[in-house]
Each structure stands twice: as C-alpha cells, then as structure tokens.
C-alpha cells in the first residue's frame, strides 16, 4: 500500500469533494459496490451500506454519525477504490462500511439528526432509528474491529503544532484499565502514528479517554470490541481538508494492514500526546481599540448556503490571549484602526474580516 499516496488523487472517489458531502452526492458511486440499504433516518433518507471481502476478520466501519463532518466519509471512499483495485489487500477481511450513518443530519449539515439528537450520544438508548441500526448491525455482525470516523472542530492542536489527525481507544468502564480490547485498539492505533511520523511529524493527537458509556466507541469497546476513534482535523488554510482527507485515508489503510499482520504498538499509542483546544482559526494581535490593546480571535462558524459550506467569522474570545495559536495569525500592532462597531464575543466579524482583507472560505 505504500503507492497509496502517489495514486490517491487520481482514484474515482476524487470526484466527490468539498465539505457538504449527502447522499445525494455520494449515491451513484456507492451504487458502483456491493452496497444495500439497510435503514431509513427519521426523514426516511435511505442508509447504505458496502460490503468488501469475505476473510475472517469482521470490521464495521461508519462515517457521519454526525452529519457535518463529512472529512472522513470521502477519505472512506478514497480507501474503498483503492481496495477494489488492490484486492489482495481485503484477503483477510470482511468489511462492512456505512459511509453516512445521519444522513439528515448530513442534508442540513448538522451535527444531530433530524430530532435533534446526537447519535454518539444515544448508545444506551438507542432511541433514533439511527443509532438502533447501528447497534443492531454491530450484534448481528459480530465485528472483531469496530472503525469509529469523525471530523473535529479547527481548535484542536497538538501542543503549539495544529492537530491534522486524533485518535482514541476509548475507555471500557470509569476506571479506564487497559481491557484486552483496549489493549489492542491502542495497539492499531500505536501502529498507525508509527507510519504517520514518517510523513506528518507532530501533527497526530489523543482524545481525551474519559468514560462515557453513551459514547458508540466507549459501548462497543464495553462489549469487549476493539474500536478505534478517527478524528480530522485542520491544517492552516485547508479549510477544505483535501491534505487531511489524503492522510486521513493511508490511516485506515495503516490500521487494515496492522490488524492483518498483527502489528500491534500499544506502547506508542501512549506516547501520542493529548490534544488541547490550543488553536482558533484567525489570531489577530495587537489590535488598537481606543486608549487600549487587545488580542482577537475569530472562530468561523460553518453556513450552508447554496449547496457549499461558508465559513463565516464570528468573535471567539478577546483580551490578551496568549498561549493561544492562530492557523492564521495577523499582528497589526502600530495600525491605529478605529471601529464604528463595538465588539463583543459571540457577534459577527465579516465586518472585522473585511477591513483585515482576510480570505473568504467556502468549499
Ligand atoms: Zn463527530
């Protein structure tokens, strides 16, 4: 798999980009596997699934769960194309792949479904037509691995380096002990920063391992199955995450052939460091406000407006923010800027955004 890189952008699945991934989008090109539909969400969008291989080892992947996080369901794409071409790489596996478990959530690019409920919040209830498929599937399949795929926000970092990819195996039971099914997601993922040093030094983060029994990772890994958590994450200006996509995909890629071989490193999965809300997406230092200085930070917040993503700046935080990195960092120190608005945390900054020429996003 190491041509991985090289042939990635030239795979069919390149088709499908930018950030407001549906199912519309992606139909036609499930319909080119071996795919079914299995469910309906509660606006009775059908929810697909793809089936790959027929090797002993079971792998239930899904993407989406949260619909405005779509990073991973086209890098899910990306690997399936080149699985099909490379198919001596699925001899060991039977993988079944949902790759938009929330599809109205996906439609109006949002996190929840349509009832407004988070599905990695709802193991225990499984009170969504959702998050009852996916645990049905999960007792009906018997996975050996469970593939856990998210999107996180832009303010996650890795000490002072912006976070590109996260991971967990999330904890079985309050008291976090390495449970044998830990043991061994730790392992995969150990596997996989391995081979991501090589390539994006400082760049890979763990999640926080907090118990949380209505997180999916948490119950499933409770139920004694191995499950890795996925997270993509921002890079300076690839607000479109086509280089995390690209990473992204090689990972899960990584965590196949770890598990084919077994080539478990649980001791390097302790030794990737947590990640910390340490980044916000435009830094502005400096700035004179009357008789005062002060640090700004704008967080853009992600609109969806005509078929595309917009991201639209909002004040985050302001004062002195030091410790506080920018993907993008502006000092206009000297620059005697005056406002006719005020400016307050929470209001919009396209006016802020507009006077600073900064770059208008949308993908
Ligand atoms: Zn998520």
């Known amino acids: 798999m190491n041509d991985y890189l090289a042939i990635q952008p030239k795979l069919g699945s390149h088709k499908i980009q930018g950030r407001y991934v549906t199912h519309t989008l992606i139909e036609s090109f499930v319909k080119l596997f071996s795919s079914i539909t299995i469910g309906t969400s509660v606006e009775s969008r059908p929810i ?3 089936e790959m291989g027929t090797g002993p080892i079971n792998i239930l992947i899904w993407s989406q769960m949260h619909g405005n996080e779509s990073t991973a ?8 194309c080149y699985l099909e071409q490379n198919p001596s790489l699925l001899a060991s596996f039977t993988l079944k792949l949902i790759p938009i478990l929330n599809p109205d959530g996906a439609a109006a690019y949002t996190r929840v479904n349509a009832n407004e409920i988070d599905l990695n919040r709802d193991a225990i209830n499984q009170s ?27 303010l996650f970092g890795v000490n002072d380096t912006p976070c590109m990819l996260s991971f967990l195996s999330p ?9 044998v099914a830990r043991e061994k997601a730790m392992g995969v993922i150990g596997y996989i920063q391995n081979a991501l040093q090589e390539h994006i030094p400082n760049q890979v983060g763990r999640y926080d391992d907090t118990f949380n029994p209505n997180c999916m990772g948490d119950f499933f890994t409770q139920q004694g199955t191995p499950t890795l958590l996925f997270e ?9 995450r086509i280089e995390t996509r690209k990473w992204y995909g090689f990972s899960i890629l990584k965590a196949l052939e770890c598990v084919s071989h077994k080539l478990y490193m649980p001791t390097i999965y302790q030794e990737i460091p947590e990640v910390a809300k340490s980044f916000v997406d435009v830094l502005i230092k400096n700035l004179n406000v009357g008789q005062t200085t002060t640090d700004i930070a704008l967080q853009y917040a992600e609109v969806l407006k005509n078929g595309e993503i917009h991201f639209v700046p909002i004040i ?17 120190s000297g620059e005697n800027m005056r406002f006719s608005k005020e400016i307050t945390v929470g209001s919009s900054a396209v006016w802020l955004s507009d006077l600073l020429n900064l770059t208008q996003y949308s993908h």
Not at 73 to 80: E, G, S
Not at 318 to 329: D, F, I, Q, R, S
Request: glycine fraction near 8%; hydrophobic fraction near 35%.
């Open 316 to 332: 985050h935080k302001m004062g002195e923010l030091a410790g506080l990195n920018g993907h993008k960092t502006i000092d206009v």
């Open 232 to 240: 993509a994450g921002q890079v300076g200006q690839d607000y479109g």
């Open 73 to 80: 369901t086209k890098a899910l794409l990306d690997v399936l």
């Open 48 to 50: 697909q699934m793809i």
């Open 128 to 154: 969504q037509p959702e998050s009852k498929l996916l645990v049905d599937l999960y007792h009906e399949f018997k996975p050996h691995y469970c593939f856990n795929l998210h999107d996180q926000r832009t």
């Open 171 to 179: 904890a079985a039971d309050v008291s976090k002990k390495r449970t």
